[in-house]
């Protein structure tokens, strides 16, 4: 019997929910700029949820910058995928409709469609290295190549910070309502941050009267967003078959929590995506820091820690002793750093993260969370170690972490299996790190004097290197389990 690859609602003859809107009834009102497996996991699923509450022309232009893997997934399904939400208890399944099509690689069509005067908002999941932002002086980092590409030819951009201050431009020369910004990606501040970056971007190509002009009419929110999102594996396809009779190349899978912080600032207005469960503050800033300091920065800590000891996923890691052990003191660590949030209990919080990070049904690699090291760690390891530093309180949880990295960008196991960095620093690490004895004292000075990376507070702290030193020593001495199990006894 042939199957049927899934392109329309009709088509679907299994358990799974159908949207319960007409789509076709919908326009489009919404570009997102990096249409990955998170994006259709939280922010395109909260906007069905306010389409199937709501109506209105909220649809979703998906953009992918780099590749045309999900085009090609999509685009023949017209949209649609299913979304599987996993957990101890079992699988459920639901058809999303809320994505109109995907321009995939064409900055050309993606100039088009955020300069389409139905846009009135877009959305962005490019991760962190993606924005080509400065994050210490908040300006347009000009090494970077979207950025460096951009900047000699601002008028046919293809990154980022050149694409929407092109569509900015264009639309403000025809008439059309400004469209609002909103980054969805782990970065403190994230909205405040994008902006400085755009704005800077076209004083840089367009001077001072237009970047003026941005900064004073566009709208650029900070919002945080959090649900575990593993890449597919086969398995995923099978279970979406099995839940809609239909093929589908474009499933992806998920846990059931899921969570959107927003500042509720959008003049030219916004889908009804308090239906599903989104919370609109005047402030985002204090649940940023939650979750970048307890979720993101333990996730961190165990991808390292995990990766290196043979853990593949982050359920396994959950079930060694030791390393549990090592996520209840980092996520206990991190929450005495944090300002009292109103209605946020941090210990139960700290237990939530927990359980989800035991959840059996979810296969997140540690390989995935470890990537992209040099982005992510100032924002989850030091931003809080300084905060420590700056309280007297413990730098250890902190230290390990980092060391941990440290060890990780050797490249290769105890046992001599090598991998892939995968960090858009990865051959300045790798630069430095082949021209020294690969001791633990080389190591932590090469790795310490990267510039623009740990902060010189750290770097100058006897107690921060002290640990960062000992543990990689341990690391290299014993093996990594046996670094690990050190923190636990020493």
Excluded at 182 to 192: K, Y
Excluded at 198 to 206: D, I, N, S, Y
Excluded at 241 to 266: H, K, M, R, S, Y
Excluded at 340 to 345: E, F, K, N, R, T
Aim: glycine share 8%.
């Amino acid at each position: 019997m042939s199957i049927s690859r899934l392109t329309n609602i009709q088509s679907i003859n299994g358990p799974a929910l159908r949207p319960s809107y007409d789509a076709s009834k919908c326009g489009v009102g919404i570009v997102h700029l990096g249409i990955g497996a998170f994006h259709r996991a939280h922010q395109a699923v909260m906007t069905d949820d306010a389409l199937a509450a709501n109506g209105g022309d909220w649809r979703i232009v998906g953009v992918s910058l780099r590749s045309d893997a999900i085009a090609r997934a999509m685009t023949p399904q017209n949209g649609l995928y299913t979304l599987l939400e996993r957990d101890g208890s079992g699988t459920k399944a639901r058809v999303i409709n809320a994505i109109d099509h995907v321009i995939a690689v064409d900055s050309g069509a993606t100039l088009r469609a955020l300069c389409d005067p139905a846009i009135r908002i877009v959305t962005l999941t490019v991760t962190e290295k993606g924005y080509g932002v400065d994050q210490s002086t908040r300006t347009p980092d000009t090494n970077h190549p979207s950025v460096a590409a951009d900047l000699g030819n601002p008028d046919t951009p293809s990154g980022v910070l050149g694409l929407l201050t092109a569509a900015i431009i264009q639309r403000r020369k025809q008439g059309h309502l400004p469209f609002t910004v909103l980054s969805c990606d782990n970065l403190p501040e994230n909205g405040a941050l994008l902006r400085d970056g755009v704005v800077g971007f076209a004083r840089l190509t367009q001077g001072d009267d237009v970047a003026n002009w941005i900064a004073d009419n566009i709208a650029f929110p900070s919002s945080m967003v959090d649900r575990i999102t593993p890449a597919a594996i086969p398995e995923t396809q099978a279970e979406a078959l099995a839940q809609t009779g239909c093929e589908d190349q474009a499933a992806i899978e998920t846990e059931p929590f899921i969570q959107w912080v927003i500042e509720d600032n959008f003049p030219s207005g916004r889908p009804q995506w308090e239906a599903g469960g989104a919370l609109f503050v005047p402030d985002v800033g204090p649940y940023e820091a939650m979750k970048l300091t307890m979720l993101n920065g333990s996730h961190s800590m165990l991808a390292y820690a995990g990766f290196l000891t043979g853990h593949k996923y982050v359920r396994d890691v959950m079930s060694n002793p030791h390393l549990e052990k090592l996520v209840q003191r980092h996520l206990s660590n991190a929450a005495q750093l944090l300002p009292v949030l109103s209605g946020i209990d941090f210990n139960e919080y700290a237990d939530a993260l927990a359980d989800r990070f035991r959840n059996p049904a979810i296969a997140h690699e540690t390989y995935q969370i470890a990537m992209d090291g040099t982005q992510k760690l100032p924002q989850r390891i030091f931003s809080p170690a300084m905060i420590a530093l700056e309280n007297g309180q413990d730098l250890q949880p902190f230290a390990f972490a980092t060391a941990m990295w440290m060890r990780y960008c050797l490249g290769r196991l105890d046992d001599g299996t090598t991998y892939e960095l995968r960090d858009p620093r990865g051959a300045e690490i790798a630069n430095v790190l082949n021209q020294q004895p690969q001791t633990a004292i080389e190591i932590v000075a090469q790795l310490h004097a990267l510039p623009d990376f740990i902060p010189p507070a750290l770097r100058d702290n006897p107690q921060w290197y002290g640990h960062i030193q000992n543990t990689l020593k341990y690391a290299l001495e014993v093996g990594c389990a046996g670094a690990i199990s050190q923190q636990i006894t020493p």
